[in-house]
């Protein structure tokens, strides 16, 4: 399994479509940044970001979603 912290969805999208064809079982997308000063995404951000991965991965690979957001309560997410 793999983990994609890619920064956009397009990119996102391009590493789901490289895990299919190298045969990946499972891929999971983070919706933490990397940054220190902005450790985690907005909530639209996460959600681009997993809708980029979940139309590649067309049924092909086991896809999973970080929700650091959920558990901290940052980024918007319990506004929804």
């Known amino acids: 399994m793999r ?3 890619a920064r956009h969805p397009e990119d ?3 590493t789901v ?3 299919i ?3 990946l079982a499972g891929i999971g997308v983070e919706d933490t940044t990397g940054d220190p ?3 985690i995404r907005d909530f ?3 959600v681009r970001r997993i809708e980029a991965a979940a139309y590649a991965a067309r049924g092909q ?3 999973t979603g970080r929700t ?3 558990l901290w309560g940052v980024g918007g997410f319990r506004r929804r």
């Open 37 to 39: 000063a902005n450790p």
């Open 68 to 70: 650091d957001n959920l």
């Open 61 to 63: 690979i086991v896809l």
């Open 3 to 5: 983990t994609v912290t």
């Open 44 to 46: 639209d951000d996460a």
């Open 12 to 14: 996102v999208l391009a």
């Open 21 to 23: 064809a190298r045969g």
């Open 17 to 19: 479509d490289a895990a």
